[in-house]
């Protein structure tokens, strides 16, 4: 048990080899958390930018291990919504119906921030709530409060100590930019390329290129499950979609 949650610790902290390790370790002894490392593998794989290799090993986990989530944060990161959303809405029914309401919490949370606050009332789960915060800058992209924002989450993650969330919100920031065409700040907010040094998130790189219509100056050896040109289309007209429903606004 202390092996597990020392690899989580360090996941959470961003030292993502030696978390990789003892998730390893738990899993190859097996045991009452054995699936709850492959689970924490299959993320490893996730952060690695080894999709195919993450999918997979999704596929593999079931309920216990919470398949539906895992495979919907692989979606999403392909840029595909929909079915990121209906693998999330999958995990929480599955939450739901195990009488698991953290879970349920955790899957709303990712595919529909408008009422995951609803599912969040008296919960203490931390890590979810700054899930439904970073939806937020998505649904707030191209507004004037949205760089405050940041700002704001990043103080809250450096003292919460969840080192491991801070390249997702500049990935936020990055959608932002690009929904602004403000490529001087997006230049800035490439600065993600330092968040991943240690190669994990390394895609979130190519993300904000795919978004902002620019070519990837350096290859992160990712590897998209259906390819580059299909993802990077994918990412780049979420953007559009947002700038036209912004344009419509006004």
Known sequence: MALYYRAKSLRDTGQAAPSRRDYQQVADQGGRLALAARRGLAHAARLAGDFPTALAAAQNLGWEGRHQRVMGDLYWLQGQAARAAAAYLAGRTEAEQHGKAGEAA???????????????????????????RRAELIRDAGSESVDDQIATLRTELDIAGLASLTPAIGLAGAFHHAVLDDHIALTATLLLREQTSDEDHAYFVDIAHFMAGLP???????????????????????????????????
Not at 108 to 113: E, G, I, M, P, S
Not at 217 to 225: E, H, I, N, T
Not at 230 to 250: E, K, M, Y
């Open 106 to 132: 955790h899957n709303q949370a990712l595919r529909a921030f408008a009422i995951a606050h609803q599912l969040l009332t008296g919960l203490n789960l931390r890590a979810t709530t700054i899930n439904v």
């Open 216 to 250: 990837v100056d350096q290859a992160s050896g990712v590897r998209w499950l259906d390819g580059e040109p299909a993802t990077r289309s994918r990412w780049r007209a979420l953007v559009i979609a947002r700038q036209a429903h912004l344009h419509a606004g006004h």
